[in-house]
């Protein structure tokens, strides 16, 4: 029986980290265990675990500090209220509470989105409401972020104690997990749209890097159209990383010949790590991505994907990281 009882206990507490990796990520609503909780509530009718779920989301100390979408916190107040109130359970006054609070609050353009590391840290990040926002793409997380920034957490060596140079860094979750999880000795975060670089600063700072603190970070203007040999050698990157930056065949072209670049500009046997992490959303795309590296002289290798699943997103999206490299004799 105590060992049924702490199974039990277990579970629920799983499923409350589930609910509070989904809350301040903003996954969609419908991805959410809604199904533990009816279960609990019929079986209990108590609010007790609701309880505990307010203090794991929206009265968390993360939720004051960086707050989610107020459009998205009021849909989950809302619906914890549905399933409570099916569910024939006592009205819950901190609950109501909550959402009384949050209708009293007017939306923002920008909101919080927090991944939680391994270690219980989270990763909190400023992004924009609108998928597209100030004519880019760049100042949302997208999965490819996700799945790039869960590779690196299985695989360390590949950025311990090197100098790392991120292309199209967007609002800097990929980034930001390996300074804090993966002991490089430098990381640049890149981009060349000016409100995804002010957007990305701010991020890389409250997220505690930069200053004095290991590793030394910068966040740089990055063309890849203008970019100069010398700005590459000054970067001297030993590890080259990149998530969603494959989705235009003109930028495509433009990474490739940048690739090319940063791979001419180090000596054959220095040359750089290179990553690309793609979301296919257009096979004809991303197969003319490949077919330009091949026309340029570069191999590539699809890497095995990351084995754990430690941030919430969608695991069915075509994702595949791959390694770029010069072919011999390219």
Same mark, same amino acid.
């Given at each position: 029986m105590a060992l049924s009882a702490q199974k039990? @206990?277990?579970r629920r507490e799983?499923? #409350?980290k589930e609910f509070r990796a989904s809350f301040f990520s903003m996954n969609r609503l419908a991805s959410f265990p809604w199904t533990f909780i009816e279960n609990e509530l019929q079986s209990n009718e108590s609010s007790e675990f609701i309880s505990e779920l307010l203090k794991q989301t929206c009265l968390h100390p993360l939720c004051g500090k960086f707050p989610p979408s107020v459009r998205f916190r009021?849909?989950?107040l809302t619906e914890l209220i549905k399933r409570q109130e099916a569910a024939g359970c006592d009205?819950?006054?901190? #609950?109501?509470? =909550? #959402? =009384?609070?949050v209708l009293g609050v007017e939306e923002t353009p920008g909101c919080y989105k927090s991944y939680f590391l391994p270690n219980g840290d989270a990763v909190s990040l400023l992004e924009s409401i609108a998928l597209i926002s100030q004519g880019t793409t760049g100042l949302v997380t997208w999965e490819a972020a996700l799945y790039l920034a869960e590779w690196a957490l @299985?695989?360390?060596q590949v950025f311990a104690g090197r100098s790392v140079l991120e292309l199209g860094s967007g609002v800097g979750l990929t980034g930001v997990t390996i300074c804090r999880s993966c002991n490089p000795l430098r990381f640049v975060f890149s981009d060349c749209h000016a =409100?995804?670089?002010q957007k990305l600063r701010e991020n890389v700072r409250v997220n505690g890097l930069g200053g004095e603190t290991s590793p030394a970070v910068s966040v740089e203007e990055l063309d890849w159209t203008a970019a100069t040999e010398e700005q590459i050698r000054g970067i001297g990157a030993d590890t080259v990383v990149a998530a969603d930056v494959v989705y235009d065949p003109d930028v495509a072209g433009s990474l490739v010949k940048l690739l090319l670049k940063i791979l001419s500009c180090s000596p054959a046997q220095l040359q750089p790590e290179i990553y690309i992490c793609s979301t296919v959303r257009n096979p004809e795309t991303y197969g003319g991505f490949k077919l330009q590296l091949e026309a340029a002289g570069l191999g590539h290798e699809v890497m095995t994907g990351p084995a754990g699943a430690v941030f919430p997103y969608?695991?069915?999206a075509p994702l595949e990281l791959i390694k770029v490299f010069r072919v011999q004799g390219g």
């Open positions: 039990e @206990e277990r799983d499923i #409350l009021r849909l989950f009205p819950l006054d901190e #609950l109501y509470d =909550a #959402l =009384a609070e @299985e695989n360390q =409100a995804v670089l969608n695991r069915l």
